[in-house]
């Protein structure tokens, strides 16, 4: 009898260990919600921050999938009100506040940014501010599309952006 019993506790450990496994190895989603630079539509989705970072966390061994969430020409507002459906199952929301657009239209972005962090928590994701200025620099820089009146950055700042937010993504992620 102890011998089956032993047995039958080794086989339920064992299933254990292969559920606990298959949870781990599951795909980690990232969702990047922001504005124009988020889509990116000043430049191929392939030269976009969130292309760019979906490769770094891949290159670094994570099983990742980032997906986009984008309002086109979004403010602070709209970004919000996006924050509240994010997809069931997303690890991480990745957001930029339509900084540009947000001051065309008036609206302060930073009265928006706890809300939306509170959205993004209330459905289970952790949220992670991008600021493209700190990261980038200012409009009118070298980082921005001359002329672009849409706020829109270059490639290369899209490649800064990527590695700039890489750890911080990582740490939210926690071990492999």
Sequence with gaps: MKFNLVRVCGAAVLALAVVAGAARAETIRIVALGASNTYPQA????QGWPAK????LRAKGYDV??????VTLG????????????PSGTKIVLFDAG?????DRGIDPKAFRSKTIQ??????ATP?????KQIVGPEGTSAWIAGDTHHHFTAASHTKVAHAILPRVVAAIGKK
């Design 43 to 46: 430049v191929p989705a392939s």
């Design 53 to 56: 970072l979906e490769a770094l």
């Design 65 to 70: 999938s980032v997906s986009i969430k984008a």
């Design 75 to 86: 403010d602070a507002a709209q970004i919000y009100q996006a924050a509240q459906s994010i």
């Design 99 to 103: 900084g540009g657009n947000s001051k």
């Design 119 to 124: 959205a993004i928590r209330a459905q289970g």
């Design 128 to 132: 992670i501010f991008v600021s493209y």
